[in-house]
């Protein structure tokens, strides 16, 4: 099946769907002060590039760069459970990836939570590596950043 990447430049039926569904899923798991994902009125800003990923003319995930200084942080990505297992997920983060590689920014990070057991296994699987808290993580308070795992990776090198 097809897969069309689409930035996006407002919050969109789509966007409130696909955010809705990833909102729910990490408040089953998490508490508010554990969870560190942007809002949509956050989500478009200048710094930040936001797509969607269509699979046969259907919503079936996002995902969005922060871009800051020498870093890239991967923000709000998710792929509705239907489409799991179908390249979406591996799709958008190329793209993100692509996103950063033309902005000359040589590092991505993330930040995910310990019971996004699939997420965790993907991002090591596309190469990212366990790192410290990065900013603005890194001066959170500890009780905030329990159950966060943070990611890198240098997207310079040819993987």
């Known amino acids: ?60 995930g996002c995902g969005g760069v922060a871009f800051q200084d020498t870093l890239a942080e991967v923000k709000r990505m998710y792929v509705r459970p239907d489409s799991r297992g179908q390249n979406v997920g591996q799709t958008i983060l190329a793209r993100l990836e692509s996103e950063a590689k033309a902005r000359g920014i040589p590092r991505m990070v993330l930040e995910t939570g310990d019971a996004q057991k699939a997420a965790l296994i993907f991002y090591q699987r596309a190469g990212y590596s366990p790192c410290a808290p990065f900013e603005p993580y890194a001066a959170m308070p500890a009780a905030q950043i329990q159950r966060s795992r943070f990611f890198e990776k240098d997207i310079t090198a040819n993987r």
């Not at 809705?20 to 508490?31: C, I, P, R």
């Open 1 to 60: 099946m097809p897969i069309e990447i689409q930035k996006v430049e407002s919050p969109t039926d789509d966007v409130r769907a696909l955010i809705g569904e990833l909102d729910a899923e990490l408040n089953a798991a998490y508490s508010p002060e554990q969870r560190h994902g942007l809002d949509i009125s956050r989500i478009f800003q200048p710094h930040i590039a936001f797509f969607i990923a269509y699979l046969d003319g259907h919503p079936a």
